[in-house]
């Protein structure tokens, strides 16, 4: 089974600041997904940024970005020039090429403070 | 489009009572998937699907049953509900798992 560890439930950050969260995962496939999912206050879950292993460039999306380091099965998010409106519970996820399973993070708290 | 709808947002149950949790999807997407929430535990995936006529247990099945008659359509169904499923629900759908999954806004069910 695959198995996906996000170590720091809680974390906060100063607005206008970068935070870096961590997420490792354990798996024998040698192609899959990574994926980092946002849920704010609200509960909805919205998907931030999405990660193909075979891909060797790090994928980014605005202010989010990623440091994908495949031998090391490593995926963290780093978050810059936080606003206010990235407060929420950040989940790291995981899809097998050959799977049909998807597989969470227990989720990192993030706080922002003004 | 509405995306993907949950009926009920909340619920109260009583021991050994059951009940359907609704999900549906107007995105026309193949893969449709349950998942319950707990603090601490992040999403657990439940029971999913690859398509009409196609169901698949997940992590945590115990308790609960599927079914997929149509491609919008994926009714969770609790036989006999028990204190441990007290939880959030959530039910996504995705043309594919490996790409972005939709995810619908929750329900809150209490088992007392």
């Known amino acids: 089974a695959q198995t996906v560890t996000q170590s720091q439930p809680e974390m906060s950050v100063q607005e206008a600041e970068t935070v870096t969260l961590s997420c490792t995962y354990d798996?024998?496939?040698?192609?899959?997904?990574l994926f980092w999912y946002k849920q704010p206050p609200s509960r909805q879950m919205i998907l931030v940024i999405r990660q193909e292993a075979y891909k060797q460039q790090n994928a980014t999306e605005n202010r989010f970005s990623v440091n994908f380091q495949k031998a090391a099965k490593s995926f963290s998010l780093k978050i810059s020039d936080s606003q206010l409106g990235d407060t929420a519970m950040y989940f790291c996820a995981f899809n097998s090429n050959t799977g049909n399973q998807f597989y969470f993070g227990t989720g990192t708290s993030l706080t922002v403070i003004p | 489009n509405a995306g993907v709808t949950q009926t009920p947002k909340f619920q109260v149950l009583k021991t050994g009572q059951s009940m359907t949790l609704q999900c549906a999807q107007d995105m026309n997407h193949e893969y449709m998937s349950w998942y319950r929430q707990d603090p601490g535990m992040g999403l657990r995936l439940i029971h999913y699907s690859v398509g009409a006529g196609i169901t698949d247990q997940g992590e945590v099945p115990n308790g609960y049953n599927v079914s997929r008659s149509t491609t919008e359509d994926f009714p969770l169904r609790l036989l006999s509900a028990a204190p441990s499923q007290t939880s959030v629900y959530f039910c996504a759908s995705s043309r594919d798992p490996s790409y972005e999954q939709y995810f619908g806004p929750g329900t809150r069910l209490t088992v007392t």
């Open positions: 798996t024998s496939e040698s192609n899959y997904y």
